[in-house]
């Protein structure tokens, strides 16, 4: 079972509002995703890091997202201006360094609500 | 098309039946992993595969990254596999992170 900690579980903002969550990935995890899942049940991968390094984040991430992941503090994820499209299911991941063996180990997420 | 495609969208089975889902993939995949979600939202791993085949108890997967497809057959289903069952890929830029499919929902019923 997946030891890695999101927070808060729900989050509800208003538009215009910034909206922040954390993750605390699985010990001995270098690298840690970051997804969001829309009420169709579309998944986004949005960002991802190794140790406190971005590896690679799509467009909107890179405009009106702003993510860490801080040496010995969680990795948190923050819309800088919430719109009710973001409304959705965040959800973290970690995974081992190792070519050879990729899974991701998913948090329970937060689920955001922009009114 | 959809780099993930995953079928059915929707399983309705009775108790004790058994039955398949099945996710083709655009592209050559490293591996697949396949997850059941909760009502709450929570992503259960059920599989992880860079090949060949993996049982657990009543669940078994396949992934054949060659002819780019992956299964995952449920046997005798019961009442607590009723969910939402998602595949998801990862392709050769580990960075890019996993392509899901859009989900089978399935129902089982008494």
């Known amino acids: 079972n997946s030891k890695v900690i999101q927070t808060p579980r729900y989050l509800v903002k208003g538009q215009g509002q910034k909206a922040k969550m954390r993750c605390i990935p699985e010990k001995g995890h270098p690298v840690v995703f970051w997804y969001q899942q829309n009420k169709n049940n579309e998944f986004k991968f949005l960002i991802n890091f190794q140790n406190q390094e971005v590896l690679q984040q799509i467009d909107m991430t890179e405009k009106r997202f702003s993510a860490e992941c801080p040496s010995n503090s969680p990795c948190s994820l923050e819309i800088q201006s919430s719109e009710a499209g973001d409304s959705a299911l965040y959800l973290c991941a970690s995974s081992p360094l190792d070519r050879h063996y990729a899974e991701q180990f998913f948090g329970p997420g937060t689920r955001l609500t922009v009114l | 098309g959809m780099p993930v495609e995953q079928n059915p969208p929707a399983l309705s089975l009775y108790e004790g039946a058994d039955s398949g889902l099945r996710c083709n993939f655009s592209?050559?995949?490293?591996?697949v992993q396949w997850f059941q979600q909760n009502h709450r939202g929570r992503l259960i791993t059920l599989f992880y595969?860079?090949?060949g085949t993996k049982e657990n108890g009543r669940l078994k997967s396949t992934f054949n990254s060659k002819e780019r497809y992956s299964t995952l057959h449920i046997k005798d289903a019961q009442l607590e596999d009723s969910g939402t069952y998602f595949c998801a890929a990862e392709a050769d830029n580990y960075a890019q992170g996993l392509t899901f499919g859009l989900g089978t929902r399935v129902s089982v019923f008494p």
């Open positions: 595969l860079a090949q």
């Open positions: 592209t050559t995949m490293k591996s």
